[in-house]
């Protein structure tokens, strides 16, 4: 009796001394990561199938969210994020390559013929925000550059959402051109003030403050971002 009341005990630290040892080794072990959810769903799963097939002895839990994650309290390995050049200090990054944005709005909608930025209020700025909060647009013609208030009347913290809502006529969104492609393909959403631009992207790895990644990390990283340099994934 006393064998069976302790066995859980035992079970889980033989668990815990498995995983002590995984991490130590290239290809075992778990992976925890976080992801946006239109590249978690469009872009991840064919470079996590591949990684699989190379290492089928390494196991995968992924987490889809467009909000910001802490990758140290919520206890991921490492996130894949797209978003503003980082300037994190307390986090380990690693840049992959540039997204662009562009600035997009339905084609029958009085956006579509806007030749300058001042042309735009903030009720018509459709915006990111991981919080409900507005945003600063910062646009640049090359020459000059233009600042607007954006997210006085709609702000949500994912792509799809403001896409859809600038397909149908509600304002004028910035969006990462993967977030658009299918809409411009099929003409439910057009390139507007083509001659201004928003700052760029950035597809970035972040990690914890390791003092040095665990070699299945460094593994997956490295294999992560030969996919994204070799397959060309749809970014711009």
């Given at each position: 009796m006393f064998a069976a009341q302790i066995k859980p005990a035992v079970d889980t630290l033989e668990n815990a001394r498995k995983d002590v040892r995984d991490a130590h080794k290239a290809d075992q072990g778990r992976l925890r990561i976080s992801a946006p959810t239109w590249f978690g769903k469009a872009v991840?799963?064919?470079?996590?199938?591949?990684?699989?097939?190379?290492?089928?002895?390494?196991?995968?839990?992924?987490?889809?969210?467009?909000?910001?994650?802490?990758?140290?309290?919520?206890?991921?390995?490492?996130?894949?994020?797209?978003?503003?050049?980082?300037?994190d200090k307390f986090t380990i990054w690693r840049k992959i390559r540039i997204v662009p944005r562009i600035l997009v709005a339905a084609p029958a909608s009085r956006?579509?013929?806007?030749?300058?930025?001042?042309?735009?209020?903030?009720?018509?700025?459709l915006a990111y925000s991981d919080e409900s909060r507005g945003e600063n647009w910062v646009l640049s013609d090359g020459v000059s550059s233009m600042t607007i208030s954006a997210g006085r009347a709609f702000s949500a913290n994912n792509g799809e959402v403001l896409a859809d809502m600038a397909a149908d006529g509600a304002g004028v969104a910035m969006l990462p051109g993967?977030?658009?492609?299918?809409?411009?393909?099929?003409?439910?959403?057009?390139?507007?003030?083509?001659?201004?631009?928003?700052?760029?992207?950035?597809?970035?790895?972040?990690?914890?403050?390791?003092?040095?990644?665990?070699?299945?990390?460094?593994?997956?990283?490295?294999?992560?971002?030969?996919?994204?340099?070799?397959?060309?994934?749809?970014?711009?």
């Open positions: 991840l799963p064919q470079i996590l199938s591949g990684f699989r097939r190379l290492n089928p002895k390494i196991s995968f839990e992924i987490s889809l969210s467009d909000g910001l994650v802490n990758i140290v309290d919520d206890d991921y390995d490492l996130a894949i994020r797209i978003s503003s050049q980082p300037s956006y579509a013929g806007m030749q300058h930025p001042s042309e735009l209020t903030p009720d018509d700025c993967f977030n658009v492609s299918e809409h411009l393909r099929i003409g439910r959403l057009v390139h507007v003030l083509r001659g201004w631009a928003p700052a760029d992207l950035w597809l970035t790895l972040y990690y914890p403050p390791y003092q040095a990644l665990p070699p299945r990390i460094a593994s997956f990283s490295k294999f992560f971002e030969e996919q994204v340099a070799a397959h060309m994934v749809p970014l711009s």
